[in-house]
């Protein structure tokens, strides 16, 4: 699919869930309904969510569902820790796209109704592919984009903005304003490994990830 896959990756740390109850149920579908493809349709920023829930709306209000069957927005659950308080946050795993699944004429083109029906919603732009003929997902992006619309088995992790090899801070606790290094990453449970130097010898610390910040060069 051009230039797609590059696009599309999803990122394989965090834990994926969906936007909404639409996928409830959704184990005994399969991975692609038979005479459907699925597709990637950009969208304005900010609008996945609304662009999804109006077409959903619109396919069903004109009776269009043997044309157009899912509507997708994946997303992510991550949780942030800031002073001690634990949020949890979740975020668009594609930004500007929404899935669709749906029928093409024998020629590969959109049927006529459901591409004004498309067009026609505010904050919709173009699928990718070539004008009025869209380029099917490949059934690997079909698999990964579906995974990651799965509600979660277990808790979101920490969302971690530090690397190994960061040179930090710390701001809390015993060892307050005392600087070193990062020297590992327990997102699961919300904490960081760093490496301080304590009467001149190198000495590993575990510590809460809002206890540090990154130092200034």
């Known amino acids: 699919m051009p230039d797609s896959t590059a696009q599309l990756e999803a990122p394989s740390t965090a834990a994926p869930s969906d936007l909404d109850d639409q996928l409830t149920g959704d184990e005994e579908e399969p991975i692609v309904t038979p005479g459907m493809d699925w597709f990637v349709l950009r969208v304005a920023s900010n609008k996945e969510d609304s662009v999804k829930r109006t077409l959903l709306s619109k396919v069903k209000i004109e009776g269009m569902e043997r044309l157009v069957n899912r509507i997708l927005v994946p997303t992510e659950k991550t ?4 002073g001690g308080k634990q949020k949890v946050v979740e975020s668009k795993l594609y930004p500007g796209y929404v899935f669709v699944e749906m029928a093409l004429e024998e020629d590969g083109r959109i049927p006529q109704d459901v591409f004004f029906l498309i067009k026609e919603t505010t904050g919709v732009g173009d699928f990718i592919g070539k004008s009025g003929r869209p380029t099917p997902m490949t059934l690997p992006e079909v698999e990964k984009m579906l995974l990651a619309s ?8 920490v969302k971690m903005e530090f690397v190994k090899g960061d040179h930090i801070r710390i701001n809390q606790g015993p060892f307050e304003n005392m600087q070193g290094e990062v020297d590992g990453l327990m997102p699961d449970q919300g904490k960081v490994r760093v490496v301080v130097t304590i009467f001149g010898r190198a000495t590993p610390l575990e510590l809460e990830y809002w206890m540090i910040e990154r130092a200034e060069e």
Do not use: C, G
């Not at 949780?79 to 800031?82: N, P």
């Open 79 to 82: 949780k942030t820790m800031k």
């Open 150 to 157: 799965k509600p979660p088995e277990e808790q979101p992790q």
